[in-house]
């Protein structure tokens, strides 16, 4: 599949998932994935959900500015940055932020998330 296509339909599938139930987004990490939320380290799928599904917010919305994606490495991994605007319910303003992932193909040729690493961009 193009790497382009890839991404987006990942990335796609990623905040949608995040959007609406965030413990579903359980299945895209394996026990080796590492999240690092706000400089915060995270390890394991299970780790990863509860940070993920404990933020001090219920409903939110990301809108995506950017996708870019680079191939890495010769076990045919990827790199996906995405950057854009997250909305909090009942919040104005939306704050930027950017997100970075290394998606490492699994044996049954599908992708699951091996790093994550997250910020907002404070102006």
Known sequence: MDPDALSKAF??????TFDTSRAGLANLYQETSMLTFEGQKIQGSQNIVNKLTSLPFQQCKHTITTVDCQPSG???GMLVFVSGN?????EQHA?????MFHLMPTAQGSFYVYNDIFRLNYA
């Open 11 to 16: 990335v796609e599938h990623y905040y949608s």
């Open 95 to 99: 704050l930027k932020f950017s997100q």
């Open 86 to 90: 997250l909305q909090l319910s009942g």
């Open 74 to 76: 010769p076990a045919g």
